[in-house]
């Protein structure tokens, strides 16, 4: 018997475009990437064909099963016309239709990165084998996607899952989103940055005063980049408390770069959980560490085609 | 053709006990109520008995196509025992058991009340013809219930729907659950009394200061009364705010005594969402009053069973 074709699958980040075959136990191989390079506004097709490059790179004239794409939001859904907020390049870009040209007869199906990341650690990650699942993404941004009852929760619009959203603060800091005191606003590596650095936190000579070096300095003992990342925590906690009433929940996994502060993050999290969410049903959803890194958004990419009964609606292809 | 048989349907609340029959299109008749009078705690089997009386008075020999209940959480889903919070009396009283015991052969369903209350106007109410629907009671508690493309949303432990418990102040009072500066906490009808008196109100000589008392004196133009009520309405915003981003709804229907305020309440809810809901998917979310009034939690309780191909799960019978 020939084994299945394996999905491409393709993650769409400000920074990077990465893209693999998966196979249909979720093994990632054949995985390369290229910086994504947001330069002007006006290279949206230039864009498109480093991507197409390094799509060909990987497939390799090998037949695939089809293609399931991350990419960062927000994009009209489920056409997948795409206008992620760190790649100018790109708005309203056509990137499901482009793919769907490129690789006819297969299913191509695209849904945000951080729901990519959710349905990632769903089927083979932090959250396999629960079925009321929330994965959040803590990093430049704070993402989510939701799982309920075993299945994707979209939306009628493709946005469900926008964890970063929930309000932490009345009367916080304005969001990117022109709201105000939401979660994101709060707890993106940003926004703990700046936190840390009005605070007296200096990076290290040879770092970019970033996430990454914040969460390399807490780990080191920095005393502020510790309040820093536990203020983050603090706020994740509070709005999964939120969600875990709302949605009767049984796990939330938790990834991004601010999430590799390990301990740091989750036990301020877990504290603030624990101080909001005080009814059974709600106190015992557990807060976990994703697991599959930084191929949680490919896994779950693939997951879209591997598994389109569990993570793709009907009607939507 | 012989008409379908009508569903019994029971609403459970603190202050009565209500039955009537409803129609396959969601007609309301012989409705009748008892006061619950939850007396002492030993008593569980005299309010039993005061339902059966109830309900023999409303079926009055008649053949039924099944039972729905609407009952004050908490309880144990799907089993049906329930503890509701204002009726002492019955304590993990197997409600749901003994109305099988009594109604061999047709199906037996127990939803909390605010989920019925949501199917309600769903089904016949003011979300008829939306699929992703939030519906919300403000009344001594704040309760909800979630249908998501259709479907309702009960979770593992049929509790989703909570939006009373979803944080609106980190740091604010208390609340019943134990937690804090949930949305109960701060918009139930006792808080925004409470609220009221310590800023000086005093209800009218006839009436007790409650709830009721408090719309009333609002409508009649008491400025505390309509700071107070402004004060629920504002917390309501903030908490539906971050219910439209983490689920992507199409309406949240607002009923219970405190929304008899109208646009007392409605417009500072709106006003307070349009400030903290501002990407497109969410802002498009509307917020209205609900029109079934105090026969949502019947109609939604008989849909149950008359619908029960989208509000009840497979497999919870």
């Known amino acids: 018997m020939t084994p299945a074709a394996p999905v491409l699958a393709v993650d769409v980040g400000g920074t990077k475009l990465a893209a693999a075959l998966v196979d249909d136990a979720g093994g990632v191989r054949r995985r390369h990437e290229v910086r994504s390079q947001p330069t002007s506004t006006g290279a949206g097709d230039e864009l498109w064909s480093t991507l197409l490059g390094l799509i060909d790179e990987v497939v390799d004239g090998q037949r695939v099963a089809g293609v399931g794409v991350g990419c960062g939001g927000p994009a009209r859904w489920p056409e997948g016309s795409?206008?992620?907020?760190?790649?100018?390049?790109?708005?309203?870009?056509?990137?499901?239709?482009?793919?769907?040209?490129?690789?006819?007869?297969?299913?191509?199906?695209?849904?945000?990165?951080?729901?990519?990341?959710?349905?990632?650690?769903?089927?083979?990650?932090?959250?396999?084998?629960?079925r009321n699942v929330l994965g959040v993404v803590v990093s430049t941004g704070v993402g989510g996607g939701l799982i309920l009852d075993?299945?994707?929760?979209?939306?009628?619009?493709?946005?469900?899952?926008?964890?970063?959203?929930?309000?932490?603060?009345?009367?916080?800091?304005v969001c990117g989103c022109g709201g105000r005191g939401c979660l994101e606003?709060?707890?993106?590596?940003?926004?703990?940055?700046?936190?840390?650095?009005?605070?007296?936190?200096?990076?290290?000579?040879?770092?970019?005063?970033?996430?990454?070096?914040?969460?390399?300095?807490?780990?080191?003992?920095?005393?502020?980049?510790?309040?820093?990342?536990?203020?983050?925590?603090?706020?994740?906690?509070?709005a999964l408390a939120s969600t875990a009433h709302l949605l009767d929940l049984d796990v939330v996994a938790v990834g991004g770069g601010i999430a590799n502060a390990g301990d740091l993050l989750f036990e301020p999290a877990r504290a603030a959980f624990a101080r909001h969410a005080r009814m059974d049903f709600a106190s015992r959803c557990r807060i976990v560490p994703a697991t599959l890194g930084p191929d949680a958004g490919i896994v779950g990419a693939a997951a879209l085609v591997a598994c389109g009964d569990r993570y793709w609606p009907i009607g939507a292809d």
């Open 82 to 130: 795409v206008s992620p907020l760190n790649i100018p390049a790109w708005r309203d870009f056509p990137l499901r239709a482009r793919l769907q040209e490129r690789f006819r007869g297969v299913p191509v199906r695209l849904v945000n990165d951080a729901i990519a990341m959710a349905i990632g650690e769903h089927w083979e990650g932090a959250a396999a084998g629960d």
């Open 185 to 238: 606003a709060v707890a993106r590596g940003p926004a703990i940055v700046r936190w840390a650095l009005d605070h007296g936190w200096e990076a290290s000579s040879d770092d970019e005063p970033d996430g990454r070096a914040l969460v390399t300095a807490a780990r080191d003992g920095d005393e502020v980049a510790r309040a820093a990342v536990c203020r983050c925590g603090e706020a994740l906690g509070v």
């Open 150 to 173: 075993g299945r994707v929760r979209f939306g009628p619009t493709g946005n469900a899952g926008h964890v970063g959203h929930i309000v932490v603060e009345a009367d916080g800091p």
